[in-house]
């Protein structure tokens, strides 16, 4: 009866439910549409009771949030949206038509050009996690889907790890996965490197379609590790020459001697008709070409913020910050007992001293644009400085452009250090002990009592 009732739901006013995709120990997955749109999109709802309930249950929510929005590519599925209640937790994601991979693999072994296709799918978008920090450490056919368009969405990210969740020996040390598909260092319980398990478990979803079985598969789950410990396989004799030899260094025992990435890339094998998808649209900076301006503001003083404002802006009473990122760009705001134009000339100062090009604008704006490629074009920063009183100004810094970690760096290293003359108290700053911010989420959020959708 619930199912139904909620199967009839309208979230927010902007989503229809439908029918029941699928649910876990925690969630429940439905087919939705977008009602102004009408594009169609998956609903996971999570209650937040259970949830609770399960020490780190709520940490891992926020790191995957965090982590889905942070490996942004064409061959991973999309957040779209993150909404709550006070009972339920809701993803908006992409709705994947064509299911599981694995139901392919079921009916047989894929035809050569077929896996080929999947595989360098696969690469491309595991590769881009890693270079988000990114370890997915559940991969399997099972967590890959196929659009209406045949191409390979990589999905689950309930077991990925980042960075910071290594001990001091810079290794992982969770046992994680399905044993079938995990690498023997895993298994070992001795710690690892993340990215590297990711290749033993993409060598074998590649043996996996070019041969429709396992290459490490017993009734007994300790002679399966043996194997997997041994690389014990054999290869079908349809296996060409080349696949044999790039499978052969993708299911290597020693993680250190295991092939890399960008060596899978230059392999004849998966160069064959590889097309290297986009990963991202860089966000447009409000002007690329921005000039030093030296001119003098013909505004005599910054827009108002008035206390309603200032208040819902610092308040945590009923926000989700902590676990859902706003609307708008990373960002981070102070106070200060400094005026206006001093505030001005100070964030320009810094900014020449970055080497970045500064521009100042009417409105008591700094823009400031770096000079040098990242890994998302050049990082852009905007600084707005709004009056409270004629004592107190606030000043808002958010990342206009440019990849999220290398932005996190500049602010913590070079930034906030040379603010800290002005700064008379930071508030709602993004960066403060939230994983989820931390890592460059940028997930919509809404707050609403539960009878509100």
């Not at 990210?157 to 960075?163: K, Q, R, V």
Request: with cysteine.
């Amino acid at each position: 009866m619930e199912e139904e009732q909620e199967q009839r739901r309208v979230l927010f006013a902007k989503y229809e439910m439908g029918r029941l995709l699928g649910k876990g120990t925690f969630a429940k997955v439905y087919y939705g549409k977008e009602i102004a749109t009408g594009e169609s999109v998956a609903i996971k709802i999570i209650n937040k009771d259970q949830v609770l309930k399960r020490q780190g249950m709520m940490e891992q929510i926020k790191r995957e949030i965090s982590i889905m929005k942070l490996v942004r590519h064409p061959n991973i599925v999309e957040l779209k949206e993150v909404m709550a209640t006070k009972t339920k937790i809701f993803f908006i994601m992409e709705f994947v038509r064509g299911g599981e991979l694995f139901s392919k693999v079921v009916k047989g072994k894929l035809k050569e050009d077929s896996a080929r296709k999947y595989f360098q799918q696969l690469i491309s978008a595991v590769d881009f996690c890693h270079s988000r920090g990114v370890s997915h450490r559940d991969l399997k056919p099972e967590n890959l889907l196929v659009d209406e368009n045949g191409d390979l969405k990589v999905s689950d990210f309930g077991l990925s790890a980042l960075p910071e969740q290594s001990l001091q020996d810079g290794l992982l040390h969770t046992q994680c996965g399905t044993p079938a598909y995990v690498a023997p260092e895993v298994l070992r319980k001795k710690g690892y490197d993340g990215a590297k398990a990711d290749i033993w478990s993409c060598g074998v979803i590649l043996y996996v379609l070019l041969a429709g079985f396992l290459p490490f598969q017993d009734e007994n789950l300790m002679n399966m590790y043996r194997k997997i410990f041994k690389s014990e396989f054999e290869f079908p004799p349809w296996f060409s020459p080349e696949a044999r030899r790039l499978v052969s260094k993708l299911l290597v025992v020693d993680p250190n001697k295991r092939i890399s990435i960008p060596a899978i890339m230059r392999t004849p094998w998966f160069r064959k008709n590889f097309n290297s998808p986009v990963a991202f649209k860089i966000d447009e900076v409000e002007s690329q070409n921005i000039e030093e301006d030296t001119t003098a503001l013909t505004t005599t003083s910054p827009k108002f913020f008035n206390a309603f404002e200032f208040i819902s802006s610092m308040s945590s009473g009923f926000d989700l910050s902590s676990l859902f990122e706003s609307k708008r760009k990373l960002r981070s705001m102070f106070t200060s007992r400094w005026s206006a134009s001093e505030i001005i000339t100070k964030l320009e100062g810094i900014g020449k001293e970055m080497n970045m090009k500064v521009k100042r604008t009417k409105d008591f704006k700094v823009n400031m644009l770096g000079k040098s490629e990242g890994r998302k074009g050049q990082i852009a920063v905007t600084a707005e400085v709004f009056e409270v009183s004629p004592e107190v100004a606030v000043v808002e810094l958010c990342k206009s452009a440019g990849d999220t970690l290398e932005y996190n760096r500049l602010y913590e290293e070079q930034v906030r250090p040379a603010l800290e003359e002005i700064v008379w108290s930071w508030h709602g700053d993004n960066h403060n002990n939230s994983v989820i911010n931390k890592n460059g989420s940028n997930v919509n959020y809404v707050i609403s009592d539960d009878n509100s959708s």
